[in-house]
């Protein structure tokens, strides 16, 4: 099938826009390869320390400096139930690697924090925080130089984005990512839903509450909607980072210890002694992130990866913007219903046809680059198919033609949608993204006084109080990462949700996220530049009538231009956000941090090739080559 045309114009302008620092990227990988064992270049004493605990025959292979390292980069804790599968995961991964030939040592873990528990509470303001945490963490692991390939255990929402951020700053080293599998299928989600409204509404207790969460995240592995966690390993698997068909198998199964031995010796088969180089520098190239974009609309995903894929693509010198989503999701059908854009969850979707029909269906439609190198050294084509146990080892057939629940899973032909339902959104408000695949079409376009709140809990003071019973855009700003770290506003889903439900117009306007469980409210998100970068959201007055328009994709303050041009920016006190839960530890972060459109990161792209020199044109343009303003901007 031929590639559609703004996939391949697309594809096209990131390439060129990327050109001088994806040239410093693969240099830099280029020059950090080794002809030998990386240890090789250790002093004596350097080595010795790196192996002194490990048994006598592994210790004997390190000292040889003939076979390959393997480091493990874990983001093991069991607090999280998507991470706990991952206790075993080391001895699995270490006696594979020795069957293959090699020895694998545990490099170093990461933090992993769960949204789920700190929603709502101070620690939410580390979350977004703690991606680039994870990624400076796996550096750290990986500085030893002691490895020549590396496997990343990881699932949730900042963790993966983190473990990748850091993998690629050590692009030269090849690399598996193995997932840990969600939880088995609890209580309904329409049902989960039913009770977190009933709840807000306070006609069901705290008991009550509790009970319905328990019976819905109540194991092992990961939660089993489709936000950002799970949209992490449709990523993983569509950009050839796991072996096909990992992302949701169950944990604790045999077929899950399979996929994790055999993503372990691929690893050993990718290295340099091994003669079959395969680096994570160049299996996450150009394609590879415009085919991640693609898996993101084409299933619903999470609107968290607004930021995260621009912080990813970023770390392997690769520039996208809000642009390139909204022009991809104009041609991209939506394929899927999974929870919160449907009442099914991953398990139901996996056993539809999973994440290789929908690899499939999009390669059909000429909505995807099969010319890509995944970690098993062929095109895309090798992830249509799905993972059998054939003994104990892992075989893979042929995805199933049909799927088995159209009511969940889709072909190409027949989607859903026929866009992927994130737009973005432009005017005198800045630029921020919505996502509209839960939210019905009458629901999309929203014209209200604006209701200007500081905080989430500011609004749900008015919310408990009643005084929020009218059409209103709730304007809810400070919530950006230089404020406060950016967290997820969950808390006000349900309360909108009511008033909607109630036969209110209401929408949400903020520089905050709402992530992988954006639901059936229309909100503007990611609003940039946030009120500490001089965002306009600082001018909004309460009454001040609001436009949201994610038809046309209008965000506008209707207020005449010599009025909104006078006026000054709101001013907040944020000093209570940056003490207390560890936030004074991150002000740092919150000085330096890029704005959200950037990928709201720490760190830099790689400097260009070509530095300016005194008597250099800034912005000449390099031959063969366009940049836009901004991209003149980002390079300097």
């Known amino acids: 099938m031929p590639i559609h045309r703004t996939l391949q114009a697309v594809t096209t302008r990131i390439v060129e826009r990327s050109r001088p620092y994806r040239s410093a990227y693969l240099a830099r990988i280029e020059a950090a390869r080794s002809n030998g064992v990386h240890r090789g270049a250790l002093a004596c004493t350097n080595l010795a320390h790196g192996f002194a605990a490990f048994p006598q025959n592994d210790k004997l292979l390190l000292k040889q400096l003939r076979s390959p390292s393997v480091a493990i980069v874990s983001a093991y804790n069991d607090m999280l139930s998507a991470h706990q599968p991952f206790e075993r995961f080391p001895a699995i991964i270490k006696d594979a690697v020795r069957a293959a030939g090699g020895v694998a040592q545990f490099a170093g873990g990461v933090p992993a924090m769960c949204d789920g528990v700190t929603q709502g509470q101070p620690g939410m303001e580390l979350s977004l925080f703690s991606r680039d945490t994870i990624a400076m963490a796996t550096a750290v692991a990986l500085s030893h130089n002691m490895f020549d390939a590396a496997v990343y255990l990881g699932v949730c929402d900042k963790i993966v984005p983190g473990l990748l951020i850091g993998a690629l700053h050590f692009g030269h080293l090849p690399a598996v990512f193995i997932p840990a599998g969600p939880m088995t299928t609890g209580i309904a989600n329409a049902e989960k839903a039913r009770i977190r409204q009933l709840y807000a509404q306070g006609k069901v207790g705290r008991d009550e509450l509790l009970e319905s969460e328990s019976g819905s995240y109540h194991g092992a592995g990961t939660c089993t909607f489709y936000g950002t966690a799970n949209s992490n390993q449709m990523l993983m698997e569509v950009m050839g980072l796991h072996l096909p068909g990992a992302a949701f198998v169950t944990p604790n199964t045999p077929l899950r210890d399979a996929l994790t031995a055999a993503g372990a010796q691929r690893?050993?088969?990718?290295?340099?002694?091994?003669?079959?180089?395969?680096?994570?520098g160049k299996v996450v190239d150009e394609k590879a992130i415009v085919n991640a974009i693609v898996a993101l609309l084409g299933t619903g995903g999470s609107t968290n990866h607004t930021l995260h894929l621009v912080a990813m693509a970023r770390a392997a010198g690769i520039v996208i913007d809000w642009n390139d989503f909204h022009e991809l999701s104009a041609v991209v059908p939506l394929l899927t219903r999974i929870y919160p854009n449907g009442d099914a969850d991953v398990n139901h979707f996996h056993a539809a046809g999973g994440v290789g029909f929908v690899i499939r269906e999009l390669l059909g439609a000429g909505l995807l680059h099969e010319d890509v190198t995944t970690v098993l050294g062929q095109g895309l084509h090798s992830h249509c198919t799905e993972p059998f146990l054939n003994g104990d080892?892992?075989?893979w057939r042929p995805v199933a033609e049909a799927s088995s629940d159209v009511?969940?899973?889709?072909?190409?032909?027949?989607?859903?949608?026929?866009d992927g339902g994130l737009r973005l959104l432009t005017g005198n408000l800045g630029r921020a993204v919505i996502k509209v695949s839960a939210v019905k079409p009458q629901h999309r376009v929203v014209e209200a006084p604006a209701i200007v709140f500081n905080s989430q809990e500011d609004f749900m003071t008015a919310y408990k109080a009643g005084?929020?019973?009218?059409?209103?855009?709730?304007?809810?700003?400070?919530?950006?990462?230089?404020?406060?770290?950016?967290?997820?506003?969950?808390?006000l889903t349900p309360a909108l949700a009511n008033l909607q439900d109630a036969g209110r117009r209401v929408a949400l306007v903020t520089d905050g996220r709402m992530s992988g469980a954006s639901g059936k409210v229309p909100a503007a998100i990611h609003v940039s530049p946030e009120v500490l970068a001089d965002g306009p959201l600082g001018k909004v007055r309460d009454g001040d009538l609001i436009r949201l328009d994610a038809d046309a994709g209008v965000l506008q303050a209707q207020v005449p231009d010599a009025e909104w041009n006078v006026r000054s920016l709101a001013?907040?006190?944020l000093s209570a956000n940056?003490?207390?839960?560890?936030r004074e530890l991150f002000g740092v972060f919150r000085k330096s941090i890029?704005?959200?459109?950037?990928?709201a990161a720490t760190f830099d792209l790689p400097p260009p090739l070509h530095l300016p020199q005194e008597n250099d044109n800034p912005l000449a343009v390099p031959e063969g080559q366009s940049f836009s303003d901004e991209d003149h901007l980002i390079a300097r």
């Open 267 to 280: 690893a050993v088969e990718m290295t340099e002694m091994n003669g079959n180089y395969l680096p994570i």
């Open 393 to 395: 080892k892992v075989v």
């Open 407 to 418: 009511a969940v899973l889709r072909p190409a032909s027949d989607p859903f949608s026929p």
């Open 467 to 491: 005084r929020l019973d009218r059409d209103f855009i709730a304007v809810v700003r400070f919530q950006g990462p230089r404020a406060n770290g950016m967290p997820e506003l969950h808390a």
């Open 571 to 573: 001013i907040a006190d």
């Open 578 to 582: 940056q003490v207390g839960m560890g």
């Open 594 to 599: 890029g704005e959200a459109e950037q990928g």
